[in-house]
């Protein structure tokens, strides 16, 4: 079994950054993705960056790019997000995942795909 473990939400102006990072227990299991998706009350789950376990390739959608950057430890048992620039279109709360065969299908519903619990992230003045 896989867990994963959030941290480094929290308040920040526009503007601002933050890092997020996850914790990830042994794998049972293999991952082709470590990455991280974002969810807004009322809204469906969506991607927002992932890096394969094998290569360290990276992907982000288009309204992260340039802002966000993905990273993983010496270890692989961390996986990092680092935000930069954040505005109020950024609040979310922020969940860990891991997919099993790709990137950006999950949904918090889809087996075999892995969570964390969610970490709140809040940009406002």
């Known amino acids: 079994q896989v867990q994963l473990e959030e941290s480094g939400g929290g308040l920040v102006q526009p503007g601002g950054s933050l890092r997020l990072s996850c914790t990830v227990s042994?794998?049972?299991?293999?991952?082709?993705?470590l990455g991280w998706y974002r969810q807004t009350p009322g809204k469906e789950r969506e991607f927002v960056a992932a890096?394969?376990?094998?290569?360290?390739?990276?992907f982000y959608s288009d309204s992260v790019k340039g802002r966000f950057a993905i990273s993983r430890d010496n270890a692989e048992n961390t996986v990092i997000l680092q935000m930069n620039s954040l505005t109020s279109e950024d609040t979310a709360v922020y969940y860990c995942?891991?997919?099993?065969?790709?990137?950006?299908?999950?949904?918090?519903?889809?087996?075999?795909?892995?969570w964390g619990q969610g970490t709140q992230v809040t940009v406002s003045s």
């Open positions: 042994q794998l049972s299991v293999n991952l082709y993705t």
């Open positions: 890096i394969t376990t094998r290569e360290g390739a990276t």
């Open positions: 995942n891991g997919d099993r065969d790709g990137w950006g299908g999950c949904t918090a519903e889809t087996p075999l795909c892995y």
